[in-house]
């Protein structure tokens, strides 16, 4: 009992530090434009994907899923040394801009190859997207602290950060599944097209220009070739980035099962799988406040094999459930 009176004062001290983090965001134009364009830009994504989810499975069943999967990673994986040669040519703001315009083209594409009923034009530019989405964040986190006047200020940002992806986490998903209902996988596909043209109209009135934001592709190379040679020669990095490969694979696997569950529960072809993305989306936002109030000196560790725990011990419940 008094282990649970002291952790409450802190869990409303978080929240008051939280908010207060935001307020200071929203304060500044530079920070409040690049943190909307980042929750609008997070929030077509997760809308989007929940329609490409549905027409791959509409297509080809589970197979079609895993070929999406496919599709959309293994260019990501090439793209990283071409990510870095992009940002030493441009300016952070300059290919912001350009990112996201592109991805609300490669979207337009794709909700015209549903439209037709082609699906090489709808994954075409689904992979396309997939690289384009790899810029983002390493070019907002190089942005931030050229927007920011103090210390303060970048730790609000990336807080912002992390609140508007969880977010986008829940209202892209059920976006997705009420425009699926209501006017198909084109109507999904175009408005998260038109999120990432708003996107690139703020991001173009960001004051600040922003030096390169990455290094040739050679260092680019060198920085991963350093970061294997780390992982190969010390256990515990090696140990904990197996612990995220493991749970990633998981998470590939749970979204090519989401959908014919979604279809098996709910039917409708399983466009409804979006309440089930959004589900997890709850569950991520409710995650990270725990986090935030259980890491602390000595606690690293249990928190981390208890998040992966709790990862995993849902997933067998429902399993063994639903084969009852």
Do not use: C, K
Not at 136 to 151: G, N, S
Not at 211 to 235: D, F, K, N, Y
Not at 297 to 312: D, K, N, Q, V
Request: aromatic share 4%; glycine share 14%.
């Amino acid at each position: 009992m008094r282990h649970a009176l002291m952790v409450r004062p802190h869990i409303r001290a978080s929240a008051r530090a939280t908010i207060g983090l935001l307020g200071v965001v929203l304060r500044e134009p530079d920070l409040r434009r690049i943190q909307v364009a980042s929750l609008v830009s997070a929030t077509a994504r997760w809308a989007y994907l929940v329609a490409l989810l549905v027409v791959a499975f509409r297509m080809a069943g589970p197979l079609g899923l895993a070929l999406l999967g496919i599709v959309r990673t293994v260019p990501t994986m090439i793209a990283v040394p071409l990510a870095g040669a992009a940002g030493s040519r441009m300016t952070g703001r300059r290919l912001l801009v350009l990112t996201y315009a592109a991805r609300a083209v490669a979207l337009t594409l794709s909700a015209a190859g549903a439209l037709a009923g082609v699906p090489l034009l709808v994954f075409g530019p689904a992979a396309i997207d997939a690289v384009l989405g790899t810029l983002r964040r390493p070019v907002q986190a190089a942005l931030l602290p050229l927007v920011t006047r103090t210390p303060g200020e970048l730790v609000a940002a990336n807080t912002a950060t992390t609140t508007g992806d969880g977010l986008a986490g829940i209202a892209g998903p059920l976006l997705g599944a009420f425009l699926l209902a209501a006017g198909g996988p084109a109507a999904v596909l175009a408005l998260s097209a038109a999120g990432f043209l708003v996107a690139a109209g703020l991001a173009s009135r960001i004051s600040v220009q922003g030096g390169a934001t990455g290094a040739a592709t050679a260092s680019t190379l060198r920085i991963l070739g350093g970061g294997a040679r780390a992982l190969l020669g010390s256990p515990i990095p090696r140990l904990v980035t197996a612990g995220f490969i493991v749970q990633v694979v998981v998470r590939g696997a749970l979204n090519v099962l989401l959908v014919p569950a979604s279809a098996s529960l709910f039917g409708a072809g399983g466009q409804d799988v979006g309440q089930l993305f959004a589900a997890m989306g709850v569950g991520g936002v409710i995650g990270g406040i725990a986090a935030t109030v259980a890491i602390g000196p000595g606690r690293l560790t249990g928190t981390f094999i208890a998040s992966l725990f709790g990862w995993g011990l849902p997933l067998i419940v429902i399993g063994f459930v639903t084969s009852m």
